[in-house]
């Protein structure tokens, strides 16, 4: 680990294979310590923790061993940092995005009794701001962590699969450059880790996969002490989705007495949209649902159905 001064305090962790850990635990010793103000940069491997590669086939999505899936980095011990308090999480920046992948994993997504069988995408990621999908699709590059988080109150071993009131596997993609994530501190030091990270996502991550891709992160940590939430909390500082918005959105909607239903329902409807309209394979579609159309509560007032809406932004087509 080497440690590089700059105004504020800059740790860089190395070696990722060393400082990887999976699911959460309360007892596991941190690997540095850093007071309020510090950043830290990460070095983060993909979500299968390099079982998928550039040159893997969908068939390598059978094997994956789902114990070591989602590898987060850390902990990291922020000094004074007790229960009630709560940890501001700036996201400074991302860098080395060289390749990811997408998958349909069988039994997995939210679409997964009609999905079945395996299917992957690789993607080249050193365009910077756009990778492609299909000729004529191309994808805008928005990269975040897709877990991240601190340790929880209860003693025991947690799995990763789940968010939870400490944060982990939110797959939130907006918690991209600038962003600050609030997230509740249940232990002394917080004990804060980092993974998953993604290249661009849709809101729902629907086929159970983002772009996947091993990248760095950095951010700074900022104590608040006696601020206490319950659960995490973020702010952006800017438009969300500028890009996907320049150009509008195609919207297919699902209702209901069930959100998750009419989710699957918004997102069955788009990909019949995707089907008939760009002759795009239903694997595909269902693939593109994942990384780049958002689902939307647009109501959930009106018992006894409610309304969800699937956002296609039309600027992904050329």
């Given amino acids: ?147 991240i988080g601190v340790a929880l109150p209860e003693t025991g071993h947690f799995s990763i699969v789940p968010p939870r009131k400490n944060g982990g596997n939110l797959d939130i993609r907006h918690l991209t450059r600038g962003t600050k994530l609030y997230l509740p501190v249940w232990v002394e030091g917080a004990l804060f880790s980092v993974g998953d990270t993604h290249a661009a996502q849709g809101d729902g991550e629907v086929c159970g996969t983002a772009i996947e891709a091993s990248m760095e992160i950095n951010v700074r940590f900022k104590l608040h002490k006696g601020k206490t939430i319950a659960e995490p909390r973020y702010e952006l500082f800017a438009p969300p989705t500028p890009e996907a918005d320049s150009r509008g959105y195609y919207v297919t909607t699902g209702h209901g007495t069930d959100l998750y239903k009419a989710s699957q329902n918004a997102i069955r409807y788009m990909i019949e949209h995707l089907v008939d309209t760009y002759g795009l394979t239903p694997g595909d579609a269902y693939m593109l649902c994942s990384v780049a159309v958002d689902l939307r509560i647009s109501e959930i007032v009106d018992a006894p159905n409610w309304v969800v809406s699937a956002f296609l932004p039309k600027a992904i087509f050329k």
Avoid at 70 to 79: H, L, Q, T
Avoid at 112 to 141: M, N, Q, S, V, W
């Fill in 1 to 147: 680990m080497s440690i590089h001064h700059h105004q504020h305090t800059h740790h860089t962790i190395h070696d990722m294979k060393a400082h990887l850990h999976y699911g959460w635990n309360r007892d596991f010793p941190p690997i540095l310590e850093v007071e309020s103000g510090h950043s830290v940069g990460f070095e983060i491997l993909e979500c299968s923790g390099g079982q998928i590669t550039k040159t893997s086939t969908a068939s390598d999505l059978t094997k994956l061993d789902f114990a070591t899936l989602n590898p987060v980095s850390g902990p990291v011990y922020v000094k004074g940092a007790e229960p009630g308090d709560t940890l501001e999480v700036e996201i400074l920046d991302f860098r080395a995005l060289e390749w990811g992948w997408t998958g349909v994993i069988p039994g997995f997504g939210l679409l997964a009794d009609e999905f079945p069988e395996p299917l992957i995408k690789i993607y080249d990621l050193t365009g910077r701001h756009k990778t492609e999908f299909l000729p004529g699709i191309e994808l805008f590059i928005k990269p975040f962590p897709g877990t």
